[in-house]
């Protein structure tokens, strides 16, 4: 059982930075691939960003790579995901989740997901 929890969301301007991160409980936590979700006002949830147990493996979506970097702590338990020059675009909620699969961009193989935390950018 893994349980995730997310901080670090909040209201930015266009062009500002945030840092999201993701505390999980479990001593299995090494095992799973992490990834990043988010899903804005009347749109699906959608890929982000996911990282291999490893950190060795890591896949963005095109929307989001050169401007986003996700990374991970074995020994803290915690994955980050660092997002600078943020667009109105990024607007959603932002959740973590985590799978046995190797970096899936789909949600199916993702077995637990955190509460969210909302990111708000501004034009």
């Known amino acids: 059982q893994v349980q995730l929890v997310e901080s670090g969301g909040g209201l930015v301007q266009a062009g500002g930075s945030l840092r999201l991160s993701c505390a999980a409980s479990g001593r299995t936590f090494i095992s799973y691939t992490m990834g990043w979700f988010r899903q804005g006002p009347g749109k699906e949830r959608e890929f982000v960003a996911a990282?291999?147990?490893?950190?060795?493996?890591?896949d963005y979506a095109d929307s989001v790579k050169g401007r986003f970097t996700i990374s991970r702590d074995n020994a803290k338990n915690t994955a980050n995901l660092q997002m600078n020059s943020l667009k109105p675009e990024d607007t959603a909620v932002y959740y973590c989740a985590a799978s046995r699969a190797v970096v899936p961009r789909t949600p199916s193989p993702y077995n637990y997901w955190g509460q969210g935390t909302q990111v708000t950018v501004s034009s």
């Open positions: 990282i291999s147990w490893s950190g060795t493996t890591t």
